[in-house]
């Protein structure tokens, strides 16, 4: 079968995938989050952290809880790096260095999972099950509770109640991640993933050399890593290692579990709004989004220039060949789109235009179909900017799901639309301006400004996946990619819950003739048009120095 | 990727350094937060 046809198949079974998951799914995490009973296991952990599970949070209380247990997080996993080598299932490893350790704790708790080390030759199998697995579940499940927050937000009106967090931290990773990851974990074990807790094996090549096989609790991290959009690998290789993504069947799998979540969101947004036409409008703009980008990135990385490129017929440096182009640029779309950053391919190989999808992807901020929770909230604010530019044009108040979006709302939409730009665009700079982080580029040039905005891009929108070109395990990026993931990541979530006490607080506008309709397709083409014009303005400057550049002199 | 090349007092300092700098991170955000009340 030809790469194409392979690829082509691929795209055809990713979207009966979640084409059949996605109504069961939203409609259960609906379910979830709205549910009045607490499980027994649930009821037992909240009274051993003296939690009132029937007692909501005001916005201001549920962002504390959020930055509280955050801050709890990193302490912990950077305590449980720095001591690995008194603890069990060390392997032998020394301590991780002081501000390797909490580069890694920071990118774990924002679910960004950006690695400066190589975890199977820096962690033993403790911390990547008690510290980086444990992480890829409660960062994804924290962003989950953000979104449900704001959802409900829109569907209550004149309250100041958006939920209670350690309930909806506890059932997303109980009721909804853990089941899932279970399945996936059987799956992929059956489909050829490793799965032991042994040491490396050491073997003895043809050619008579020694050579370690380390092998590990591969598969049931490799699940979360996928379902919770986290994409922090077992191997330094990522998804690209033969024991983490063996076949073109475990790709399909690992692509449709990091997409399963995301895209079945809007469905519960539907469900818990008592509107599911509005869940369909936000699921179209995630998939128009989705499928543009998936064709720009496979015509590039298909459609190569340069002799040698068309000489051997595919731009396959840097891509695996069980694989291909199609399936590396579907995954590379797919990861870069939500905020796992997992790979199975070297972004950096890719064409030009290839890697600037990539960047772009992310500069979108992660909405199509984004993070777990995150790509909904994110969504969700544009949105908001989107009813905002539609009355200005035509001189109406805006309004979003019964709510007027007056001066407070469009506040914090614009915070949050300034935040992630800033820490991106400002990181680049302050990186390009001193010698020794432009050291650590591997090429000069247009494509080195690329690896350094690739790097901060990621980090600041908690995407996590690497140009590869970079040596990023210096104290300079292993702070400044630290600071830029905790600030692109928790200030946003405080911008959005403030949106859903704003909202919250509001009595209910009833729709009326000059109401605009927002589950029309005028309306996902707003969106549409909205996500990509804030995205151009906002980075078009950088993307032009760097991969257009490289692009066009190719 | 082991501390051969750190001296013990210097990962203490560092350890000390990066806690320092965590609590300072979310400290800015809880200020950030009550800003945002007041908006």
Known sequence: MSDTAAGLLTVVALVAVLGLT??????????????????RVERLLYRLCRIDPDAEQSWPTYAVSVLGFSLASVLFLLGLERLQHVLPLSLGFDPVQPQ?????????VTNTNWQNYSGESTLGHLVQMSGLAVQNFASAAVGMAVAVALVRGFARSRTNRVGNFWVDLVRGCFRIL??????????????????NLSDPHTVTTISGATQHLPGGPVASQEAIKELGTNGGGFYNANSSHPFENPNPFTNLLEIALLLLVPFALPRTFGR?????????AILAAMAVIFAASLT????????HSGAALQAAGASMEGKEVRFGVPSSALFANATTLTST???????????PLGGGVTILNMMYGEIAPGGTGSGLYGMLVLAVVTVFVAG???????????????????KFAALYLLTTPSVVLI??????????????????????????????????????????????????????????MLFGRFLPILFVLGLAGSVAAQRPVPATDGTLPTHRPLFVAMLVGVVVIVVALTYFPALALGPLAEGVTR | MGDESFPSWRCVVLDVALVALTIAVFAVLVLVLRGLERL
């Open chain 1, 22 to 39: 996605h109504v069961p799914l939203g409609d259960h995490m609906a379910r979830v989050y709205s549910a009045t009973t607490h499980w």
């Open chain 1, 100 to 108: 390797l350790a909490w580069n890694t704790a920071a990118s774990f």
């Open chain 1, 178 to 195: 853990l089941p899932l990851s279970i399945v996936a974990a059987v799956l992929l074990i059956a489909a050829g993933v490793v799965q």
């Open chain 1, 272 to 280: 818990l709004l008592g509107d599911k036409r509005q869940g369909w």
């Open chain 1, 296 to 303: 720009m990135l496979t015509v590039f990385e298909a459609h």
């Open chain 1, 341 to 351: 950053g997992a790979v199975n391919s070297m972004h950096d190989s890719f064409t």
């Open chain 1, 392 to 410: 200005l044009m035509v001189g109406r108040t805006p309004e979003y799901l019964g709510k007027k979006i007056q001066a407070r709302e469009v």
């Open chain 1, 427 to 484: 990181g680049t700079g302050v990186a390009m301006s001193f010698p020794s982080p432009r050291a650590s580029m591997l090429n000069a040039g247009p494509h080195g400004l690329s690896e350094v905005l690739y790097a901060f891009t990621s980090a600041g929108n908690n995407n996590g996946s690497a140009f590869a070109g970079l040596t990023g395990a210096t104290t300079f990026y292993d702070l400044a990619l630290g600071l830029a």
